[in-house]
């Protein structure tokens, strides 16, 4: 069974750009998370999404989005770039929404110059 | 207080030896703890689950979970370089919203 993937791996954009993240679950999986990794802050949580909602929402600005489509495929986009947006954007999935093992892909680096 | 907290490390283990990892929970109504293993570079790959009191076991691996005691440990036993790595804990529960919460994670440093 084929993994968690995402695309592209690897991006390099400026300050005041936008930029969209792709994200492929697991065959049958149908909720999909967004996380953001730093240093700094560690792995924080963006959004989830279950059968095309919303179901849960971190706590970033409104320049963080996402969206789900009917075959569970996700994106992720962020407005306005900001030097503080480089981070890994990692994206996870699992079969339901809630309590289950999440199984992550292998993250998006994203650099903001 | 932050809702999982772990010691960051880096915590140093001969090998052949147990490495003992711990992290506690605020949230007294989690339900579903994961462990993480995350090496420099890649994402998080899941090793443990539990979701009741005790232990439980997988090869080297076995994780404890005390809900009255809100804390979840981790023991590697055999410790081997290629377990070097950031041990990340992840609990699930209703104050968050039914989401993952992350602790920063234990870096472990395997010493041949």
């Known amino acids: 069974k084929a993994g968690v993937t995402q695309t592209p791996r690897y991006l390099i954009k400026t300050r005041g750009q936008q930029v969209t993240l792709s994200c492929s679950p697991i065959s049958g999986h149908r909720s999909v998370s967004w996380y953001q990794q730093t240093p700094g802050q560690g792995l924080q949580f963006l959004f989830e999404?279950?059968?095309?909602?919303?179901?849960n929402k971190g706590n970033f600005p409104g320049r963080f989005s996402g969206r789900q489509f009917s075959n569970s495929r996700s994106e992720m986009n962020v407005s306005t770039l900001e030097l503080g947006d480089s981070a890994l954007y990692l994206c996870?999935?699992?079969?339901?929404?809630?309590?289950?093992?999440?199984?992550f892909g292998p993250g998006t680096r994203l650099t903001v110059l | 207080q932050k809702e999982v907290e772990q010691n960051s490390g880096p915590l140093s283990v001969p090998e052949g030896a147990i490495a003992s990892l711990n992290c506690t929970y605020s949230d007294r109504g989690s339900q579903s703890f994961f462990w993480y293993r995350q090496y420099s570079g890649k994402s998080p790959e899941l090793i443990m689950s539990?979701?009741?009191?005790g232990d439980k076991e997988d090869g080297r691996f076995t994780a404890q979970l005390n809900k009255a005691s809100q804390y979840v440990s981790l023991l590697i036993r055999d410790s081997q370089p290629s377990d070097s790595a950031t041990y990340l804990c992840a609990v699930n529960g209703p104050a968050a919203g039914n989401k993952l919460t992350f602790g920063g994670g234990t870096r472990v440093l395997v010493k041949p």
């Open positions: 539990i979701y009741s009191n």
């Open positions: 996870a999935s699992t079969v339901g929404s809630g309590g289950n093992e999440q199984f």
């Open positions: 999404y279950f059968s095309e909602t919303q179901r």
